[in-house]
């Protein structure tokens, strides 16, 4: 029987796959170490070298073939090294999954110029940067899982976010569409509100994040908070042939947010209140 869950064979490049400070794992650690441990060769791309050399080593421990990546892929030059670098190791691509991403931004009327050129480079070109590289070498086909948001449909106060992860949704149609025929499959995983080491570590407090942590499992169905591995696991199954006749989807990983839970910044919002308190007047 073919074990459809097997990546034995295939090569990965993960970016923003390193390790992040702190007890909590990172969407691109989790990737990283779930994609090896179902036997993929994985690229560990990422602009700290410690922090892909330490998933390598994590990886590694765990009986996975890995290399580190040094790379800043907001610039096509270190994209275009960086899949060379790969392709000079191993030969070929098999699986891109473009994870890495920033929080920061404002709304539209705070919005800064050259932060959101720089939100935009990281969120968006990135992507785009690494799945034009990428193509050429997925010689034998392959798939490609890009990383959003629910902050797509849910719009959070980082108008940069929103635009940068709706265009890499946008971006997953257009491969799926074009490359098809070359038997590149494209995909999206829209996490909800998981709790990874980026959430943690912009955690005032550690009181502060039990709360957040606690606030976010409120706002699903299922009685738990969700975690990097479950959205690890999404990609995994978009990366492999289990989903071999799939392209051009968008799997949503929230818990059941979506059905109970508003977005929590407009709950936030004064104007809501102030609606809420005049009969509904903005």
Not at 215 to 242: C, K, N, Q, S, Y
Not at 270 to 278: E, L, N, Q, T
Request: some cysteine; overall charge negative; glycine content about 10%.
């Amino acid at each position: 029987m073919i074990d459809r869950y097997s990546l034995d064979g295939k090569v990965a490049i993960v970016t923003g796959g390193g390790v992040s400070p702190g007890d909590v794992a990172s969407i691109g650690e989790a990737t990283c170490r779930l994609l090896a441990e179902r036997g993929a060769r994985i690229a560990v791309v990422d602009i700290n070298a410690d922090a892909a050399a330490a998933c390598v080593a994590r990886i590694e421990s765990e009986g996975g073939k890995a290399m580190a990546v040094l790379a800043d892929v907001s610039s096509e030059g270190d994209c275009r090294r960086a899949v060379q670098e790969v392709i000079d190791r191993w030969g070929i691509v098999s699986i891109l999954v473009n994870n890495v991403a920033i929080v920061g931004g404002a709304v539209v009327t705070k919005t800064e110029v050259g932060d959101f050129d720089h939100q935009l480079a990281v969120n968006l070109k990135s992507a785009v940067l690494m799945a034009k590289h990428v193509i050429p070498a997925m010689t034998e086909g392959g798939s490609i899982v890009n990383v959003s948001s629910i902050a797509v449909v849910l719009p959070t106060w980082s108008l940069s976010y929103s635009v940068a992860k709706g265009g890499m949704e946008a971006m997953t149609a257009h491969i799926a569409i074009q490359y098809g025929p070359d038997r590149i499959r494209c995909n999206t995983v829209r996490p909800g509100e998981v709790w990874t080491s980026m959430v943690a570590r912009h955690s005032p407090t550690p009181e502060m994040a039990d709360k957040i942590r606690d606030d976010r499992a409120r706002r699903a169905t299922l009685p738990r908070p969700g975690d990097a591995w479950d959205v690890a696991g999404a990609i995994a199954f978009f990366a492999g042939d289990e989903s071999s006749w799939v392209t051009g989807q968008t799997m949503t990983v929230d818990g059941g947010g979506a059905f109970i839970g508003p977005n929590p910044d407009w709950l936030n919002h004064p104007s809501y209140w102030k609606a809420s308190r005049s009969g509904g007047k903005l």
